[in-house]
């Protein structure tokens, strides 16, 4: 897991009124986070360390994200720069089209797909593939799923009548700032600390609680002056 496998516990970022975290070296396997050409930098923890997604495995890999374009658009940006091709299946092109023609120097390295016509991709283990699904607040069922060398990330703005069932299948959850009242629920299902739950309303924008398993990082992702140029500023609401 980055830098951070080496050290002896691994402080989370502080939310609003939250405690920090602090857990054994032999744990931190759990979230899968290499070193490597195939990790994307998801952001850094409270100490100032990265902290990477290896998003580019030979076993299926389902990833859902709770939040706002902004944090889905820059993992979207630094997953084409590792080398992967980034399909973006979206009802909302419009948002897409100027990082999809700014990625890559004119390659197509992020394609943009109207929901339910994502075609096969073909990922290999030289040609990994990340879907990210921009879909709504419920995502059609369809083809696109993970595959060996083929992630899937789902993004939700908020709480939906299908969210429980993403919670409950992906791999790896991100939580923005949330109300209260989905705090509570997200809390249920994932088996948060009430001191947790108290902080996902509260969190700044960029901040990400992500969750696997037994797990939890609390992570700020902040742009590069590139991805700002492109992005703006971090922001949890479009």
């Known amino acids: 897991m980055g830098r951070a496998g080496m050290s002896k516990g691994l402080r989370g970022l502080i939310g609003p009124r939250h405690a920090g975290h602090t857990m054994a070296a032999d744990h931190l396997g759990a979230l899968s986070l290499p070193v490597g050409d195939d990790g994307v930098v998801i952001g850094d923890d409270a100490e100032g360390r ?54 890559g120097a004119g390659l197509e390295c992020i394609t943009l797909h109207d929901v339910g016509r994502v075609p096969p991709m073909g990922a290999t283990v030289g040609s990994p593939v990340v879907v990210v699904r921009d879909c709504g607040m419920r995502p059609p069922r369809g083809r696109v799923v993970s595959s060996p060398w083929q992630s899937v990330l789902t993004l939700l703005p908020y709480l939906s009548p299908v969210a429980p069932r ?69 922001r949890r609401m479009d």
């Open 50 to 103: 990265p902290q990477m997604v290896g998003f580019h495995r030979s076993t299926p890999y389902d990833v859902l994200l709770i939040g706002g374009l902004w944090t889905a658009q820059v993992l979207a940006l630094r997953a084409a720069g590792t080398g992967a091709r980034v399909a973006v299946e979206t009802g909302r092109a419009r948002e897409w089209s100027v990082l999809a023609q700014a990625a």
């Open 166 to 234: 993403l919670l409950r299948s992906a791999t790896l959850v991100g939580v923005q700032r949330v109300s209260p009242q989905e705090a509570q629920q997200i809390g249920r299902i994932l088996g948060l600390a009430q001191g947790e739950i108290d902080a996902l309303p509260t969190l700044a924008d960029g901040v990400t609680l992500w969750c696997a398993g037994r797990e939890r990082h609390w992570v700020m992702t902040s742009a590069t002056d590139a991805e700002s140029g492109l992005l703006g500023v971090a």
